[in-house]
């Protein structure tokens, strides 16, 4: 019986922990479904600063700006990278010409959202 009680309170941890998840999570999916719905990018960008800097104010923690300069700089970098030697083709070209103004945007938070989760799993 105190067996179940701590496979319980395991699956209980568990549980809030893939929740947590989901919800730092959040704020790149919006980011990804208004890519279909905005097809203006320099718009869509100015909306994803407001969700950036919206998410920063309701919960910031240590260092999340400098993992969202990195994922921003080294993700710009490979995908230049990747579209130079045709691994990926972007219709939407507003960034270099080769890109979308966006993509080093949602990259950056995507880092973001990667750390925490990372966290809140205790990896």
Do not use: C, H
Not at 22 to 48: G, Q, R, T
Not at 52 to 67: G, H, P, Q, T, V
């Amino acid at each position: 019986m105190n067996e179940k009680k701590v496979v319980n309170k395991n699956k209980d941890r568990d549980l809030k922990k893939y929740l947590k998840i989901i919800y730092e999570a959040i704020p790149v999916i919006i980011m990804v479904i208004l890519i279909a719905l905005i097809k203006n990018d320099y718009f869509l960008s100015l909306i994803y600063i407001i969700i950036l800097i919206a998410s920063l104010y309701f919960k910031y923690e240590k260092k999340d700006y400098l993992i969202f300069i990195f994922g921003f700089l080294i993700m710009t970098l490979f995908e230049t990278l990747f579209i130079q030697t045709g691994v990926e083709v972007f219709n939407r070209k507003t960034l270099f010409g080769i890109m979308p103004l966006w993509l080093p945007i949602l990259w950056g938070y995507g880092f973001i959202a990667i750390k925490r989760s990372i966290k809140i799993l205790n990896l």
